[in-house]
């Protein structure tokens, strides 16, 4: 019996330290668990340190131009760079949504944003295109100066066969050409109807400057770092908006 008891002994003894063998890896893998989740949580929290002091360094400089920015909160800083939009004989639009409105300027902008005097070329052309697979209408609304005199011609066209805006021609190219006269050319507003599409233009002339697209790089005391980018384009003055349901002769 005493063999016996011995080998019960050893046998407790053994199933013993593979208890605490195994409550002890089960606490080691808790505490790497709660150790990575601070990890992680702290750096979401510096990312949106990042994030935060990016977007109020864009703030800032539209509303004073400084590129730089700081802040006492966890050491926080960004710097801004910028980046012309146009400038170039062929501008790209990115996605406009059905029923939006891209507005794509043909004069010049002084640098306190009011419109200039210099003109897109005259008696030049702009292609504009649509995407291959866009089969809704592009809605045209150009405007031009004569003398003192404002004005808009509004046109437009299908890239449908079957369906689209009454009176609007078709176009199977999926682009179309609008000649630009003796006039000062302003701008155009493009419109898709029907579907969303990019818009890429192509003229035999420089575009001017449209805006710029503002680049921030936020940054935490810890090295952490993110990105923000935002683009800023020169608004339509409020005599051009309200002139899009007028006819011909437009006043500012």
Sequence with gaps: MEFINNNNKGQVALIVLLISAVALTLGLSASKKAITDTKVDQDEFELKNAFNVAESSIDQYLSNGVKSYTTNDNNAKANITTENIGNGTTITSGVILDGQKGLFWLVNHNTDGSIGTTYFSKNKQITIKV????????????????????????????????????????????????????????????????????????????????????????????????????????????????SISAVNEITP
């Design 131 to 242: 995407d291959s697979t866009f089969i809704g209408s592009l809605k045209i609304d150009y405007f031009y100066k004569n003398g003192a005199v404002y004005s808009i011609n509004r046109n437009g066209y299908n890239f449908s066969a079957i369906t689209g805006i009454n009176n609007y021609p078709y176009s199977a190219s999926k682009s179309i050409t609008i000649n630009i006269g003796t006039e000062d050319a302003l701008l155009l507003v493009l419109t898709p109807i029907g579907g969303n599409t990019n818009l890429i233009l192509n003229g035999t002339a420089a575009f001017p400057v449209q805006g710029e697209e503002i680049i921030a790089v936020g940054e935490v005391g810890s090295g952490v770092k993110t990105q923000v980018k935002t683009i800023n384009k020169y608004d339509i003055p409020d005599f051009f908006t309200e």
